[in-house]
Protein backbone atom coordinates (compact mmCIF):
# COMPACT_ATOMS: atom_id res chain seq x y z
CA UNK A 1 0.00 0.00 0.00
CA UNK A 2 1.50 3.59 -0.89
CA UNK A 3 2.65 5.54 1.39
CA UNK A 4 4.15 8.62 2.93
CA UNK A 5 7.78 8.85 3.67
CA UNK A 6 9.93 11.30 5.18
CA UNK A 7 13.63 11.91 5.96
CA UNK A 8 15.21 12.30 8.53
CA UNK A 9 13.37 10.30 11.48
CA UNK A 10 15.20 12.54 14.00
CA UNK A 11 17.23 15.59 13.89
CA UNK A 12 18.96 17.28 16.29
CA UNK A 13 20.27 21.09 15.52
CA UNK A 14 21.94 24.09 17.24
CA UNK A 15 19.36 27.42 17.53
CA UNK A 16 20.15 29.66 15.14
CA UNK A 17 20.97 26.84 12.20
CA UNK A 18 18.64 25.81 9.73
CA UNK A 19 17.06 22.78 8.74
CA UNK A 20 15.41 20.88 5.81
CA UNK A 21 12.53 18.48 6.46
CA UNK A 22 11.90 15.55 3.73
CA UNK A 23 8.72 14.31 2.30
CA UNK A 24 8.06 11.77 -0.56
CA UNK A 25 4.12 11.97 -0.30
CA UNK A 26 2.01 9.74 -2.18
CA UNK A 27 2.52 9.64 -6.22
CA UNK A 28 -0.65 10.31 -7.08
CA UNK A 29 -1.53 12.76 -5.00
CA UNK A 30 -1.53 16.39 -5.74
CA UNK A 31 -2.29 18.15 -2.43
CA UNK A 32 0.83 18.36 0.80
CA UNK A 33 0.68 19.63 3.83
CA UNK A 34 2.53 20.31 6.94
CA UNK A 35 1.80 20.01 10.51
CA UNK A 36 3.62 19.64 13.83
CA UNK A 37 3.00 18.15 17.17
CA UNK A 38 4.68 19.67 20.13
CA UNK A 39 5.31 16.75 22.59
CA UNK A 40 2.24 15.64 24.68
CA UNK A 41 -0.24 18.00 22.38
CA UNK A 42 -2.70 18.42 19.57
CA UNK A 43 -2.06 18.35 15.37
CA UNK A 44 -1.59 21.49 14.20
CA UNK A 45 -1.71 22.62 10.77
CA UNK A 46 1.19 24.65 8.93
CA UNK A 47 0.64 24.81 5.77
CA UNK A 48 -0.97 23.19 2.30
CA UNK A 49 0.50 23.24 -1.01
CA UNK A 50 -1.43 22.70 -4.30
CA UNK A 51 -0.44 23.35 -7.75
CA UNK A 52 2.56 24.76 -7.11
CA UNK A 53 1.87 27.24 -4.44
CA UNK A 54 0.96 27.63 -1.19
CA UNK A 55 -3.09 27.34 -0.58
CA UNK A 56 -3.18 28.27 2.92
CA UNK A 57 -1.18 28.64 5.86
CA UNK A 58 -1.59 29.07 9.43
CA UNK A 59 -0.23 32.35 12.04
CA UNK A 60 2.50 29.72 13.07
CA UNK A 61 3.82 29.65 9.40
CA UNK A 62 5.86 32.72 9.69
CA UNK A 63 8.32 33.95 7.69
CA UNK A 64 11.07 31.62 9.14
CA UNK A 65 9.25 28.64 6.85
CA UNK A 66 9.42 27.73 3.55
CA UNK A 67 8.10 25.28 1.59
CA UNK A 68 9.01 23.70 -1.66
CA UNK A 69 8.04 20.88 -4.42
CA UNK A 70 11.69 20.60 -6.10
CA UNK A 71 10.97 17.73 -8.32
CA UNK A 72 7.80 15.75 -8.92
CA UNK A 73 8.48 13.62 -5.96
CA UNK A 74 9.82 15.83 -2.64
CA UNK A 75 8.24 17.90 -0.70
CA UNK A 76 10.49 20.06 1.89
CA UNK A 77 9.82 22.24 4.67
CA UNK A 78 12.57 24.78 5.59
CA UNK A 79 13.24 26.96 8.95
CA UNK A 80 15.75 28.79 7.97
CA UNK A 81 16.77 30.09 11.46
CA UNK A 82 15.44 27.03 14.49
CA UNK A 83 14.15 28.19 17.42
CA UNK A 84 13.80 26.23 20.72
CA UNK A 85 10.12 26.48 20.39
CA UNK A 86 10.43 24.93 16.90
CA UNK A 87 11.42 21.44 19.09
CA UNK A 88 8.28 19.18 17.56
CA UNK A 89 7.29 16.40 15.54
CA UNK A 90 6.96 17.29 12.01
CA UNK A 91 4.45 15.68 10.00
CA UNK A 92 3.79 15.56 6.20
CA UNK A 93 0.41 14.61 4.88
CA UNK A 94 -1.08 14.52 1.47
CA UNK A 95 -4.46 13.80 -0.66
CA UNK A 96 -5.81 13.11 -3.66
CA UNK A 97 -8.85 14.36 -5.01
CA UNK A 98 -11.06 13.74 -1.77
CA UNK A 99 -10.46 14.63 1.54
CA UNK A 100 -8.81 12.22 3.20
CA UNK A 101 -5.21 13.19 4.15
CA UNK A 102 -2.76 10.47 5.01
CA UNK A 103 0.24 11.11 7.00
CA UNK A 104 3.86 10.36 7.26
CA UNK A 105 6.04 9.24 10.32
CA UNK A 106 7.30 12.33 10.88
CA UNK A 107 10.36 13.78 11.87
CA UNK A 108 11.34 14.84 15.68
CA UNK A 109 12.91 18.01 15.70
CA UNK A 110 15.18 19.01 18.64
CA UNK A 111 16.43 22.37 18.74
CA UNK A 112 19.31 23.14 21.25
CA UNK B 1 -10.30 29.56 14.35
CA UNK B 2 -12.32 26.40 14.63
CA UNK B 3 -11.78 24.15 17.59
CA UNK B 4 -12.56 20.61 18.03
CA UNK B 5 -13.59 19.99 21.73
CA UNK B 6 -12.10 15.76 22.17
CA UNK B 7 -13.48 14.20 25.20
CA UNK B 8 -12.87 12.57 27.34
CA UNK B 9 -8.98 12.93 27.32
CA UNK B 10 -8.09 9.26 29.02
CA UNK B 11 -9.52 6.23 29.84
CA UNK B 12 -8.40 3.11 31.48
CA UNK B 13 -10.76 0.47 30.87
CA UNK B 14 -10.56 -3.58 30.68
CA UNK B 15 -9.30 -5.61 27.93
CA UNK B 16 -13.09 -6.80 26.46
CA UNK B 17 -14.70 -3.35 27.42
CA UNK B 18 -16.50 -0.82 24.94
CA UNK B 19 -14.89 1.90 24.55
CA UNK B 20 -16.42 5.48 23.42
CA UNK B 21 -15.50 9.37 22.29
CA UNK B 22 -16.43 12.15 20.99
CA UNK B 23 -15.65 15.53 19.44
CA UNK B 24 -17.96 18.41 18.94
CA UNK B 25 -17.44 22.04 17.64
CA UNK B 26 -19.20 25.06 18.06
CA UNK B 27 -18.63 25.55 13.82
CA UNK B 28 -19.37 23.06 10.93
CA UNK B 29 -17.33 20.57 9.64
CA UNK B 30 -17.46 19.06 6.03
CA UNK B 31 -15.42 15.98 6.87
CA UNK B 32 -14.98 14.19 9.94
CA UNK B 33 -11.70 11.83 10.55
CA UNK B 34 -10.42 9.51 13.09
CA UNK B 35 -6.88 9.00 13.39
CA UNK B 36 -4.85 6.82 15.71
CA UNK B 37 -1.50 7.55 16.96
CA UNK B 38 0.94 5.22 18.74
CA UNK B 39 4.13 6.95 20.12
CA UNK B 40 6.85 8.28 18.10
CA UNK B 41 4.22 7.83 15.06
CA UNK B 42 2.60 9.25 12.93
CA UNK B 43 -1.34 9.47 12.74
CA UNK B 44 -2.89 6.77 10.98
CA UNK B 45 -6.32 6.91 9.41
CA UNK B 46 -9.27 4.73 10.97
CA UNK B 47 -12.30 6.17 9.29
CA UNK B 48 -13.30 8.82 7.03
CA UNK B 49 -16.42 10.55 7.17
CA UNK B 50 -18.28 12.58 4.53
CA UNK B 51 -22.22 13.06 5.11
CA UNK B 52 -24.06 14.53 7.68
CA UNK B 53 -25.50 11.08 9.19
CA UNK B 54 -23.21 8.59 8.05
CA UNK B 55 -22.18 5.96 10.03
CA UNK B 56 -19.21 3.87 9.22
CA UNK B 57 -17.83 0.81 10.40
CA UNK B 58 -14.10 -0.80 10.25
CA UNK B 59 -13.95 -3.89 11.54
CA UNK B 60 -14.70 -3.16 15.86
CA UNK B 61 -14.85 0.68 15.06
CA UNK B 62 -17.84 2.69 14.56
CA UNK B 63 -17.90 6.53 14.32
CA UNK B 64 -20.90 8.97 13.16
CA UNK B 65 -20.88 12.35 11.58
CA UNK B 66 -23.88 14.32 13.52
CA UNK B 67 -26.35 15.51 11.88
CA UNK B 68 -25.77 18.98 12.82
CA UNK B 69 -21.93 18.50 11.40
CA UNK B 70 -20.69 19.88 14.65
CA UNK B 71 -19.72 16.53 15.93
CA UNK B 72 -19.04 13.12 15.47
CA UNK B 73 -18.24 9.71 17.59
CA UNK B 74 -16.15 6.78 17.41
CA UNK B 75 -16.98 3.73 19.44
CA UNK B 76 -14.70 0.56 19.85
CA UNK B 77 -15.96 -2.32 20.38
CA UNK B 78 -14.14 -5.34 22.53
CA UNK B 79 -10.98 -3.74 23.56
CA UNK B 80 -7.93 -5.44 22.58
CA UNK B 81 -4.76 -4.73 23.79
CA UNK B 82 -3.24 -3.67 20.48
CA UNK B 83 -6.34 -0.65 20.94
CA UNK B 84 -3.85 1.14 22.80
CA UNK B 85 -2.90 4.50 21.60
CA UNK B 86 -4.04 8.26 21.08
CA UNK B 87 -7.13 8.21 19.42
CA UNK B 88 -7.53 12.27 17.58
CA UNK B 89 -10.33 13.35 15.69
CA UNK B 90 -9.75 15.78 12.94
CA UNK B 91 -12.06 17.85 10.84
CA UNK B 92 -12.08 19.91 7.70
CA UNK B 93 -13.98 23.20 7.76
CA UNK B 94 -16.39 23.77 5.61
CA UNK B 95 -15.84 27.40 4.08
CA UNK B 96 -14.03 27.26 0.55
CA UNK B 97 -10.56 27.24 0.82
CA UNK B 98 -10.44 25.19 3.90
CA UNK B 99 -7.89 22.83 3.04
CA UNK B 100 -6.43 22.59 6.11
CA UNK B 101 -7.28 19.89 8.82
CA UNK B 102 -7.87 21.05 12.74
CA UNK B 103 -7.45 18.50 15.37
CA UNK B 104 -8.84 17.58 18.37
CA UNK B 105 -6.98 17.14 21.97
CA UNK B 106 -7.06 13.45 21.75
CA UNK B 107 -7.92 10.66 24.14
CA UNK B 108 -5.44 8.27 25.26
CA UNK B 109 -6.61 4.73 25.56
CA UNK B 110 -4.88 2.41 28.02
CA UNK B 111 -5.93 -1.17 28.82
CA UNK B 112 -5.56 -3.36 31.43
CA UNK B 113 -5.50 -7.09 30.89
Known amino acids: EPEVTQTPSHQVTQMGQEVILRCVPI?????FYWYRQILGQKVEFLVS????????KSEIFDDQFSVERPDGSNFTLKIRSTKLEDSAMYFC??????????FGPGTRLLVL | GQQLNQSPQSMFIQEGEDVSMNCTSS?????WLWYKQDPGEGPVLLIA?????ELTSNGRLTAQFGITRKDSFLNISASIPSDVGIYFC?????????????FGQGTRLTINP
Open chain 1, 93 to 102: ASRQNQETQY
Open chain 2, 27 to 31: SIFNT
Open chain 1, 49 to 56: FYNNEISE
Open chain 2, 90 to 102: AGQPIFQGAQKLV
Open chain 1, 27 to 31: SNHLY
Open chain 2, 49 to 53: LYKAG
